[in-house]
């Protein structure tokens, strides 16, 4: 597979990844607050289901478009890769 293929291949992840709406409002707002954990994320997003918001963040993370930043005791925070961001959103939306 040559570089633009696997370019294109990358693009459909992302935007099918972002083509659901609680994944871009996760990835909207790690876009603007470093890093949250997973209760943040439910709480400002009102996502009811624990298991819901690891199924969109399992998502976002496949893709690349977010990653663990760290763990404190039970809790995972989550930031946005900002290379990828920049590179497959437009700003004026991020």
Do not use: W
């Amino acid at each position: 597979m040559n570089a633009t293929e696997q370019n294109l291949k990358d693009a459909v992840k992302i935007y099918k990844a972002l083509g659901e709406p609680t994944r871009l409002g996760i990835v909207l707002l790690l876009s603007r607050h470093a890093n949250l954990s997973c209760t943040e994320i439910g709480e400002r997003l009102n996502v009811a289901s624990g298991s819901t918001l690891s199924h969109h963040l399992k998502q976002l993370a496949d893709c690349g478009l977010i990653e663990l930043s760290h763990k404190e005791g039970t809790y995972h925070y989550y930031r946005v890769r900002r290379e990828v961001l920049e590179r497959f959103v437009p700003p004026d939306l991020a």
